[in-house]
């Protein structure tokens, strides 16, 4: 196909303000393209060379795509920016440049060998794949190339692509519905396909190839739509949605995470379908020690990890990934736990019409947990009791509360339905002062902390019991010193069981005669399944707990165990702290 006739199809786009009528010039022109060139066409009316998950990125600018102009039409650089600033649109300067262009017998050139859609389209990838040493010329000359043979309108087309303003406002969907009329297939079975391959270039070369839709599979590698969940606010609602049972699970916070095994290689795709695994390699090496399948698709969410206690940080922790230079050191300071929840193929076998719980067992099978990657933490609820003290515990561990599904449903790609229920709270709250707290028990430390302890287990004092009960148990705040300083200050109270006045659901790993006071702070008091202050207080079976608890560095020795913070103090201050609205969806 000429170059010229995806131009003039272009052109007649941009300026029709009727979407039926963008749809009918797409129909003729993705008929008149045939199978051989309707990827290429596809791919470049939407502004981009491959599926955006590939990463093909032009690597060119406004400056360079006019050196390139320069290069083959003579004109100065300096006049093309003034052109450039002028017109405010490098393809009108670029249209421009090249109908005024200065070097003979160009036009004879361009009509002698017009370009055809390969030319410019093979060309403009080897521009994107030119690197290293001298990719920049390369890129100038490939592109000076084109434009040296390209008409004035199609280099202005050609300029805007490079510079990626297209903006054609042709998207994923105008083109399905242009492909269904233009080849006679359903859209429904489109959309099918597309949730499975979301790859507009392939699915197009599909239909105009007659090739049936059922089969296109999943193919790992490319990534696949993503279930999405519905939100209600109580359990009873949410199993009465679900048919009277879930699978409850944690809602980790942290990045969905689609993972693809295949070819020898792991890929990690995000929830926009965007290629992350240069964000994550400690993760691809985890996944290629937990998962055996050779060849698989799995879900999961990647939530960062305080490196020396393991517990759950805030999701705003895994921005340090966002930063290409950041991530080798990243990987130190924010480490990461992945937490599998959904297996969708596995060795060629598309798992997503099986029920839940299958794929539940299937995924079991194929991962073993690891240090890095666990299985996301669930349980089959079949009436509301229950769900509530699930909820609170996930989310006085770091969770933001739970994802109910339905046990027999499929995975529906792409689909918000109501076999995926979220329960999360509307607003959060945050802890509005310190609390005093005695040490009570601790737990061995890892890594660096081996040897040490690496996390203590806290308590209030209610005088009315003479009794210590548990808040949290903390691990971050300490510096290598107040570690030091607290193995040795501990040790005189070492005891070899719990002590008789701590009340403790906990298993610590050594217990103390309660003496030493610490200050502690936290995001938020939380209610608790896991904590014995104030338990029955605000809700049956559940406790007020400290939710992201750190040491604020203060040693109360000012204070005796007696004189440190009392559970009626916990429940006022739960009562007071500041209501603030949860992040917005
Ligand atoms: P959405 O993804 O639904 O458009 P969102 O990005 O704001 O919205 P939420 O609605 O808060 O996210 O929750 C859905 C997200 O929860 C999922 O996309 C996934 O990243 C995350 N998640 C955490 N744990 C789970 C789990 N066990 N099962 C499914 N999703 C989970």
Redesign the pocket.
């Known amino acids: 196909m000429l170059f010229g006739e995806l131009v003039k199809a272009l052109a007649a786009i941009e300026s029709t303000t009727q979407r039926t009528v963008m749809v009918k010039i797409l129909v003729s022109l993705l008929k008149k393209a045939g199978p051989g060139e309707v990827d290429r066409v596809v791919y470049f009316i939407l502004g981009d060379l491959r599926p955006p998950w590939e990463g093909v990125e032009l690597g060119v600018a406004e400056k360079l795509c006019l050196r390139a102009l320069s290069k083959a039409t003579g004109a100065s650089v300096r006049d093309l920016e003034a052109l450039y600033k002028r017109t405010g649109d490098v393809g009108e300067a670029a249209r421009r440049a090249a109908a005024q262009s200065k070097r003979p017998g160009l036009l004879a050139l361009a009509q002698q060998r017009p370009l055809e859609v390969s030319d410019v389209y093979d060309t403009l990838l080897k521009v994107a794949r030119a690197a290293g040493e001298g990719a920049q010329d390369m890129k100038v000359s490939l592109l000076a190339s084109l434009f040296a043979r390209a008409s004035p309108d199609e280099a202005k087309y050609i300029a805007r692509f490079v510079v990626g303003k297209l903006r054609l406002g042709v998207a994923d969907m105008t083109i399905i519905e242009a492909l269904s009329e233009a080849f006679g297939v359903s859209k429904e079975a489109l959309e099918r396909a597309y949730r499975v391959r979301p790859d507009m270039g392939y699915l197009a070369r599909h239909v105009a190839e007659r090739r049936p839709l059922e089969d296109v599979k999943i193919a790992p590698g490319t990534p696949i739509l ?1 279930m ?2 519905q ?1 209600l606010s109580s359990p009873s609602e949410i199993l009465s949605k679900l048919g009277g049972a879930a699978v409850c ?4 916070d942290g ?2 995470a689609q993972i693809h095994i295949g070819g020898g290689l792991v890929k990690v795709f995000s ?1 926009r379908l965007e290629d992350i695994t240069h964000a994550y390699p400690d993760v691809v090496k985890a996944v290629r020690e937990a998962v055996t399948a050779s060849e698989a698709v799995l879900e999961g ?1 990647i939530v960062a990890v305080d490196p020396d206690t393991g517990d759950m940080l805030p999701f705003q922790e895994l921005m340090h990934r966002k930063r290409k230079h950041e991530v080798a050191a990243a990987m130190e300071t924010y480490p990461v736990v992945l ?1 599998l ?2 297996v969708l193929y596995v060795n060629g076998r598309d798992l997503t019409s099986e029920p839940l719980i299958y794929r539940r067992v299937a995924l079991s099978e194929i991962a073993r947990e690891t240090e890095k990657v666990q299985i ?1 933490k669930w349980r089959v609820f079949d009436g509301p009791d229950g769900i509530d003290t699930f909820f609170h515990e996930a989310i006085s561990l770091g969770a ?1 509360g739970l ?1 109910c599904k339905s046990p027999a449903s499929a995975y529906e790609m792409g689909a ?1 339905g109501w076999n ?1 229920i ?1 329960y ?1 709270r509307d607003y959060k709250s945050e802890m509005i002062d310190t609390v005093d707290l005695t040490v009570v028990g601790a737990f061995y430390g890892r890594g660096k902390r081996a040897g040490l302890y690496g996390a203590f287990l806290m308590a209030a004092y209610d005088p009315g019991t003479d009794a210590f009960y548990t808040v949290c148990k903390v691990g971050s705040g300490f510096t290598d010193a107040d570690l030091k300083k607290l193995y040795d200050a501990l040790q005189p109270y070492r005891i070899p069981h719990r002590h008789p006045r701590v009340v403790s659901k906990m298993e610590a790993d050594v217990w103390f005669a309660p003496r030493v006071v610490l200050e502690i702070i936290g995001a938020e008091i939380t209610l608790s399944p896991l904590h014995t202050c104030c338990l029955g207080a605000v809700r049956p079976g559940v406790g007020l707990a400290i939710r992201f608890p750190r040491f604020t560095g203060r040693y109360r020795t000012d204070k005796s165990p007696e004189q440190a913070t009392t559970p009626a103090e916990m429940l006022e201050l739960y009562r007071r702290q500041k209501k603030v609205a949860a992040q917005a ?1």
């Open positions: 993503p999405l969940a939100r699970e944690y809602k980790y990045e969905r929830r969410e937490y929840f959904d996301a933001e994802i918000r995926w979220k999360k969806e």
